[in-house]
């Protein structure tokens, strides 16, 4: 979809450390000199396996598989610690603080808490090492390569588009095809663990926000009791039931005897800034807190703007723990995600062990749904015992995990393409846990969501073929602003696509309706045509990612490239990156803040630069962030 969010104007310039300039170092380059000596032992073994090259992610567009220059942000709201992209902050080139550009606030991505991030410490972008001898490149792999229009520019994305390939965004997925002929086919990676770690947090239910509960906000995780004339709620409202919530300790004690479905159910309530506000005056929840979709909100992006938010999602991961106390052999465990007109559940008997895989079906008849069972498969889970389970449904594919061991569910847990899955009411609570027969407690409740690619359109000139001047004072105001993604489609539509969030009826018609006419504006512009030695590159964090989808196409016809606009060339490629070895370091003494060794350059206002004393660029003593130092995946 086009959207008129503003882009990162990301320079996705990667600099070797092994290699130096003649020219003078900007701070940036002082502190990743000091940091790459003291990890520099590390790369001698590197360097010894493979040939290799170590690369610094300048900018935040493949978060979150990737970090650059972000800050680590402690929520006052919910006490999260979630991660926040800083590259704006800074000109790329000099290291010197744009006027205005220091980040002052930021919205937690689990409870929207607006946190005071301007003095927050700021870190340098993971260092990654890059296999440079790759025989052939797999989609889904994390590649380097060298920008068609910027040559001199080293870029980082996911490939997603293989030579001979047409590729297009539906609905947030990659789907491809070779011929016209051929069906669209949803891609997806070969190992869901794969999948499983680029996903976004949407709610941990270990860090719930506190003080909004305390102020009449109901919780997102209650006991529920279905009501058909319920639409506030998905369907949900609260209800007594075998359910005991301890909220103290975030534990649901169940002991359901009978052989009714007890409901525990997740509504996606999103508190706004009116009631943070009046929460943090002393005053009530005012007005309540009401559901809405679940929607492409990344927390690495928050910095205050209105249209964080936009597409809904509808590619759920629900992880829990549960400790089995008692069960019969007539006992169930069932867990329940909500997609459109599919609902799917993963049935366990915990005596047995055996998990159904049981399918819901509104696409035909939302009124007379049907049911049908598509695998099963036997768990380790047997009787009384704590046990950690994942139930997803990514991408078209369902995934059961069992103490951390992905149970093979076969094929017919995969989906064909459907046509626009649009969401009901029941998507307002779209996740649910039900037992019976069953004494047990659930704990670690955390939902999950896959990465949403947003399929935006950059205008250029159709009648030449190329877009404006990359280098012209025109160009530079139409980036900067956001209009240059901006098509005929009336910007407001957007907003209303927004603001349907919390309607899934009028979201379903506004998304219909948009998709509807930029189909018939764009038609094939919307899809990706790749020729014999072209790929496809998109950023993970699809809505502050240029990529293939916002390539220029200036200068490549004035060098004599004939290739596609938004294509890579094989010659451009330049490795696969394998792992990330140096994260940031870590300060500690003087309250976690280290000393200030170097601190950031500002504009004086004269012309001038001078130090911004209270902002330190780099200090010590620091530890290594060894949590992610790992391969990429």
């Given at each position: ?27 940036e ?9 003291a ?18 992610i300048?900018?935040?567009?493949m978060?979150?598989?990737l ?9 006052k ?19 010197v ?11 937690c ?13 700021v870190?340098?972008g ?27 520019v ?5 490939l ?6 047409t ?21 997806r990676?070969?190992?869901p663990?794969?999948q499983?770690?680029?996903?976004l ?12 509960l ?11 009791s ?17 359910w ?6 975030r ?18 309530l ?8 009046s ?9 309540p807190?009401?559901?809405q979709?679940i ?9 205050g ?18 400790n ?31 998990a ?10 939302a ?12 768990t380790?889970?047997?009787?009384a ?14 995934c ?25 009411d ?29 399929n ?30 901006v098509?005929e489609?009336d ?13 899934p009826?009028?979201?379903a018609?506004?998304?219909a ?9 764009y038609?094939?512009?919307?899809e ?25 196409y200036?200068?490549r ?5 004939g ?7 094989e ?16 300060p500690?003494?003087?309250g976690?803040?280290g ?36 391969m990429i995946?």
């Open positions: 979809m086009t959207s008129s969010r503003k882009k990162s104007d990301e320079a996705e310039a990667s600099k070797a450390a092994k290699k130096s300039k003649s020219q003078p170092k900007s701070q380059g002082i502190r990743e000199t000091i940091e790459a000596v990890i520099a032992f590390i790369l001698a073994f590197v360097f010894k396996t493979f040939e290799a090259e170590a690369f610094v300048p900018t935040g567009s978060a979150p598989t970090y650059g220059r972000h800050k680590e942000v402690p929520c709201g919910c006490g999260l610690m979630y991660t926040i992209g800083a590259s704006q902050e800074i000109d790329q080139e000099s290291g603080l744009n006027p205005g550009g220091r980040l002052t606030n930021s919205n991505p689990n409870c929207r808490y607006r946190n005071d991030v301007h003095a927050a410490p870190f340098n993971d260092r990654i090492v890059v296999n440079k001898q790759v025989s052939k490149y797999k989609r889904f792999d994390v590649v380097v390569f060298k920008n068609p229009e910027e040559p001199h080293n870029y980082i994305k996911r997603v588009g293989l030579p001979g390939e590729v297009r965004i539906r609905q947030g997925d990659i789907q491809a095809r070779r011929a016209e002929t051929d069906p669209w086919i949803v891609q990676k070969d190992d663990n794969r499983r770690d680029i996903q947090l949407v709610y941990d239910d270990n860090h719930p926000p506190h003080d909004l305390k102020a009449g906000a109901e919780e997102r995780w209650v006991p529920a279905w009501s058909d004339g319920d639409t506030l709620m998905g369907g949900w409202p609260a209800a007594e039931n075998a005991k919530p301890v909220r103290e300790t534990k649901y004690d169940v002991n359901a005897a009978d052989e009714q479905l007890h409901w525990l159910r997740y509504r996606h999103v508190p706004g800034r009116e009631q943070w506000a929460v943090k005056s002393g005053g009530q929840i005012e007005p807190l009401e559901p979709l929607a492409d909100f990344c927390g690495f992006n928050s910095d703007g209105m249209d964080e938010e936009l597409y809904w999602v509808n590619d759920l991961t629900l992880d829990l723990t549960i089995i106390e008692s069960a019969a052999e007539t006992s169930q465990l069932l867990i329940e995600l909500v997609e459109g007109f599919r609902t799917v559940r993963c049935q366990v008997n915990p005596v047995s062990g055996l159904e895989i049981v399918v819901i079906s509104r696409e035909k008849d009124a007379n749904p049907t049911s049908e069972v598509i695998a099963s498969v036997q380790e889970i047997r009787g015992g704590e046990y950690q389970l994942a139930f997803a449904d990514v991408d078209d594919r369902l059961l995990w069992v103490n951390g061991e992905l149970l093979p569910l076969g094929d017919n847990a995969s989906f064909g393409p459907a046509d626009l899955n649009l969401p009901t029941l998507d307002l609570a779209p996740i649910g846990i039900a037992v019976n027969g069953l004494k047990a407690v659930v704990s670690d409740l955390e939902v999950r969501r896959d990465i949403y690619y947003r935006d359109v950059l205008n250029f000139e159709q009648q030449n073929g190329i877009s404006p001047d990359p280098t012209s004072a025109e160009y530079r105001w139409q980036y900067q602003n956001g209009s240059i993604t098509t489609v910007s407001s539509r957007y907003s209303r696509l927004a603001t349907a969030l919390r309607s009826k009028n979201y018609r506004e998304y309706e948009l998709t509807g006419i930029q189909e018939a504006q038609g094939r512009s919307l990706f045509k790749l020729s014999n030695d072209e790929y496809l590159m998109f950023g993970d964090n699809s809505p502050a990612s240029k990529d293939s989808r916002l390539f220029d200036y200068s016809p004035l060098r004599g490239v290739s596609s606009r938004y294509a890579v060339r010659q451009d490629l330049i490795g696969e990156a394998l792992c990330i070895f140096w994260p940031h370091g870590i500690f003494l003087n976690g803040k000393y200030s060794l170097i601190s950031h350059k500002g504009y004086n206002g004269r012309g001038g630069v001078e130090s911004v004393s209270d902002y330190p660029l780099y200090s010590i003593p620091f530890y290594p962030n060894i949590s992610r130092m790992k995946r």
